[in-house]
């Protein structure tokens, strides 16, 4: 591969990739893995890094101001990259006994410290029994908090790294596991950012695409995105992928949370007055929706409400949400909201109000410390 001409063709003019360009970056990043070898793996690194910015990806403004300004388009860049990744990854996908599996993850970047409300959103709606999730995720190192869902799921006694039989038992039997981004045996590429060198890059973006379920089972999917791009564009990525039967999405949330206004943002669904970019993926075609605080029945609540308070971790701040010690009902309304959009991924019609409706009626009736350590007993 010529990465003098990818940098300087491509890189240093801030132009996107097109879709094979992008697809070889791709490939020779697995093979550089695959071989050791040190100088590809190092060029990889940096083109990664280099192309990973708001003027590759055509992204400015804030808030509802935000605009996905047409030239220059990336999403053959990102569909190009994942594509070659998730090829890779043929012989390796985990096939459940599930006909849908739902994930919701998010790309870090987040400017505020809150709980692990993926993460803990995730395991609301599957002790629901509504539906089936196999979350996915890696430790730390793109946000504020340094705390990433592989960190907190470890510290409920989960381990990330179980066996594909203890996976998809923990599948059928509690309707929740978890893939670790860095389980070399379904994936390589996320030694790059979190062995080699702890940088944000286009792994941030290729992770929550590249789940190691089946695609065809990998069907409904919520993304929160970072700093760096519209959610529009995702949809985008998925159209092309889609298309070239790389991908099997049927529907898709994408979406970036904001603060008290548009400066401050979140990879999950905020119920700050900053409100949400939303991009709703359906069959194929995709269009913007408007979700706020008031879209579930619910009142903004401010930034300095949902942030872990002085004195605890990111990982203990929630789990005293799991374990319903914590008293801050603003940080507990945001995990349940983004359990309702749980809810309201897999059964549009079901309301948001409704599905919060259920996901608050699920949270203060269950045991989820309970049903966490059932998942722990199974993913040994």
Same mark, same amino acid.
Not at 170 to 182: H, M, P, V
Not at 245 to 268: P, Q
Not at 327 to 345: G, P, R
């Given at each position: 591969?010529?990465?003098?001409?990818?940098?300087?063709?491509?890189?240093?003019?801030?132009?996107?990739?097109?879709?094979?360009?992008?697809?070889?970056?791709?490939?020779?990043?697995?093979?550089?893995?695959?071989?050791?070898?040190?100088?590809?793996?190092?060029?990889?690194?940096?083109?990664?890094?280099?192309?990973?910015?708001?003027?590759?990806?055509?992204?400015?403004?804030?808030?509802?101001?935000?605009?996905?300004?047409?030239?220059?388009?990336?999403?053959?860049?990102?569909?190009?990259?994942?594509?070659?990744?998730?090829?890779?990854?043929?012989?390796?996908?985990?096939?459940?006994?599930?006909?849908?599996?739902?994930?919701?993850?998010?790309?870090?970047?987040?400017?505020?410290?809150?709980?692990?409300?993926?993460?803990?959103?995730?395991?609301?709606?599957?002790?629901?029994?509504?539906?089936?999730?196999?979350?996915?995720?890696?430790?730390?190192?793109? @946000?504020?908090?340094?705390? %990433?869902?592989?960190?907190?799921?470890?510290?409920? *006694?989960? =381990?990330?790294? /179980?066996?594909? &039989? +203890?996976?998809?038992?923990?599948?059928?039997?509690?309707?929740?596991?978890?893939?670790?981004?860095?389980?070399?045996?379904?994936?390589?590429?996320?030694?790059?950012?979190?062995?080699?060198?702890?940088?944000?890059?286009?792994?941030?973006?290729?992770?929550?695409?590249?789940?190691?379920?089946?695609?065809?089972?990998?069907?409904?999917?919520?993304?929160?995105?970072?700093?760096?791009?519209?959610?529009?564009?995702?949809?985008?990525?998925?159209?092309?992928?889609?298309?070239?039967?790389?991908?099997?999405?049927?529907?898709?949330?994408?979406?970036?949370?904001?603060? @008290?206004?548009?400066?401050? %943002?979140?990879?999950?669904?905020?119920?700050?007055? *900053?409100? =949400?970019?939303? /991009?709703?993926? &359906? +069959?194929?075609?995709?269009?913007?929706?408007?979700?706020?605080?008031?879209?579930?029945?619910?009142?903004?609540?401010?930034?300095?409400?949902?942030?872990?308070?002085?004195?605890?971790?990111?990982?203990?701040?929630?789990?005293?949400?799991?374990?319903?010690?914590?008293?801050?009902?603003?940080?507990?309304?945001?995990?349940?909201?983004?359990?309702?959009?749980?809810?309201?991924?897999?059964?549009?019609?079901?309301?948001?109000?409704?599905?919060?409706?259920?996901?608050?009626?699920?949270?203060?009736?269950?045991?989820?410390?309970?049903?966490?350590?059932?998942?722990?007993?199974?993913?040994?």
């Amino acid at each position: 591969m010529d990465f003098n001409k990818i940098s300087k063709q491509y890189l240093k003019q801030n132009i996107p990739l097109p879709y094979d360009l992008a697809f070889n970056l791709g490939k020779e990043a697995l093979r550089a893995l695959t071989d050791e070898d040190p100088q590809s793996i190092a060029a990889c690194i940096a083109l990664l890094v280099g192309l990973h910015t708001k003027a590759t990806y055509g992204y400015s403004g804030g808030g509802s101001h935000h605009s996905y300004d047409t030239p220059p388009d990336a999403s053959e860049q990102i569909a190009g990259v994942c594509a070659a990744i998730m090829e890779g990854m043929n012989d390796s996908f985990i096939t459940t006994n599930q006909q849908i599996v739902v994930d919701n993850c998010g790309m870090g970047g987040d400017y505020l410290r809150t709980a692990n409300v993926s993460t803990l959103s995730a395991l609301i709606a599957a002790s629901s029994g509504r539906v089936k999730v196999c979350k996915h995720g890696s430790p730390g190192n793109a @946000d504020a908090g340094r705390q %990433g869902s592989s960190d907190f799921i470890n510290e409920l *006694g989960i =381990n990330t790294f /179980t066996s594909t &039989e +203890n996976l998809n038992r923990s599948i059928d039997n509690c309707g929740f596991a978890y893939t670790e981004a860095l389980d070399t045996r379904y994936k390589l590429i996320h030694q790059l950012s979190h062995t080699f060198v702890p940088l944000s890059h286009m792994n941030d973006i290729i992770g929550p695409i590249t789940n190691p379920i089946v695609p065809h089972q990998h069907t409904h999917k919520i993304i929160g995105v970072n700093d760096l791009i519209h959610p529009s564009l995702l949809a985008k990525a998925y159209s092309i992928l889609n298309k070239k039967s790389v991908t099997h999405l049927t529907r898709g949330i994408f979406l970036r949370g904001y603060g @008290d206004d548009s400066n401050t %943002g979140m990879d999950e669904l905020s119920l700050c007055a *900053g409100g =949400n970019d939303v /991009t709703i993926f &359906e +069959n194929g075609e995709f269009y913007p929706v408007h979700i706020d605080a008031f879209s579930f029945g619910l009142q903004p609540t401010l930034c300095s409400s949902i942030t872990v308070p002085e004195g605890l971790t990111k990982g203990s701040f929630s789990t005293s949400i799991l374990d319903k010690s914590s008293n801050n009902s603003d940080a507990i309304n945001m995990v349940l909201a983004n359990s309702a959009l749980v809810f309201h991924l897999v059964d549009p019609q079901c309301g948001l109000k409704e599905a919060f409706r259920i996901a608050e009626c699920q949270y203060y009736s269950h045991d989820l410390v309970s049903f966490a350590g059932q998942i722990a007993n199974i993913m040994r």
